[in-house]
């Protein structure tokens, strides 16, 4: 006979649960403050980058321990801080990898949204926005450039897929936000020529980072709804990226057609989604981000790859795939037949 032996049922991941929110909030008022930037020139004792950086040392010193538990500084025997290889690659603001307007974006944009999560799940509508400019551009152009890094080493593996050293190729890039996938597919070619589509607050955004990649005589902007403006046709590759999980699954079906339509004969169409596991049960990041969109938005949600997948072969797609990049989940390419 044996005896199972049952691991005690404690409260410790639920604490931890409960002060998730304490992390990312730190980071963000480090950037703000701008302690990670100060300790780029080297090690700081904690009254120094407070006189540095004008914060309180008290304040100062309880951000920098906390940072420091969670392997974002480091800290020795006399007390001072340093950046580890993480914090110095992307949370100091000079970084070419920058990350930390993400955080911004989280405390600013996000949370105030999700503290009306209760009511959220209790109507099914998602929160209602404060102020007449939270869609304005000042909202897009903050928006867009804080999500931007999130997508780049996802755009430029995409673009080492698609793009030889001298490929031609136009591109349509939907939803283009801050332009990253159409100019990652740009810099691999002088030779690539990309429709950036978006609404005209967003495009004066996308061109002003097609100008920080070097590529803005190769981009050109065509603005509107996604849903009402003319394509055009004859693209060899077209690109959503994070666009499908703001609409329903009608919606969804009938811009794949319309992006077909758009396509010239073996044109690719490259996707980038949350993508979660078939079962929604598992992958945690993306059943998150479908909480988000139920606070941000009226339809939307975050679909699995086989849902996806048979919309496209439905909108007329072949060969539906996958490509490994980095990012939240992998990429879903698909052909238009000849």
């Known amino acids: 006979m044996t005896t199972s032996i049952q691991t005690p049922v404690t409260s410790q991941r639920l604490l931890q649960f409960s002060w998730a929110f304490a992390i990312p909030l730190i980071i963000d008022a480090a950037v703000r403050n701008r302690l990670f930037d100060a300790l780029a020139g080297g090690p700081k004792a904690a009254d120094a980058l407070a006189a540095e950086t ?42 070419p990898s920058f990350m930390g307007g993400m955080f911004r974006h989280t405390s600013s944009q996000l949370m105030p949204r999700w503290l009306q999560l209760k009511e959220v799940i209790r109507t099914g509508r998602p929160a209602p926005y404060a102020g007449s400019e939270a869609h304005g551009p000042a909202h897009f152009r903050e928006l867009v450039e804080d999500i931007m890094p999130l997508s780049l080493p996802a755009a430029r593996a995409l673009a080492a897929e698609l793009i030889g050293e001298a490929s031609e190729a136009r591109v349509l890039d939907i939803g ?41 005589r190769q981009i050109e902007t065509l603005n509107g709804d996604m849903f009402e403006v003319d394509f055009g046709a004859g693209y060899q590759i077209a690109v959503l990226g994070q666009i499908l999980h703001s609409f329903s699954e009608a919606r969804n079906r009938a811009l794949l057609e319309k992006i077909h339509a758009a396509l010239a004969p073996g044109a690719t169409l490259a996707i980038a989604e949350f993508l979660p596991d078939e079962a929604r049960a598992t992958k945690t990041q993306a059943l998150i981000f479908a909480v988000n969109m139920l606070v941000n938005t009226n339809e939307g949600g975050t679909y699995t790859y086989s849902e996806i997948a048979a ?15 980095p990012g939240p989940s992998p990429l879903i390419l698909a052909d238009r037949g000849p």
């Open 176 to 216: 283009a936000g801050s332009g990253v996938w159409g100019a990652a597919l740009a810099q691999r070619s002088k030779r690539v020529r990309v429709t950036a589509m978006d609404w005209p607050e967003v495009t004066e955004v996308t061109l002003s980072f097609a100008e920080r990649f070097g590529v803005a």
């Open 54 to 95: 004008g914060v309180s040392e008290r304040g100062a010193r309880a951000a920098l321990n906390a940072l420091t538990s969670v392997e974002l500084l480091s800290k020795d025997a006399e007390g001072r801080y340093a950046l580890t290889p993480e914090s110095a690659a992307y949370l100091v603001t000079t970084s």
């Open 311 to 325: 919309w496209l072969k439905e909108a007329g797609f072949e060969n539906v795939r996958t490509l490994e990049a």
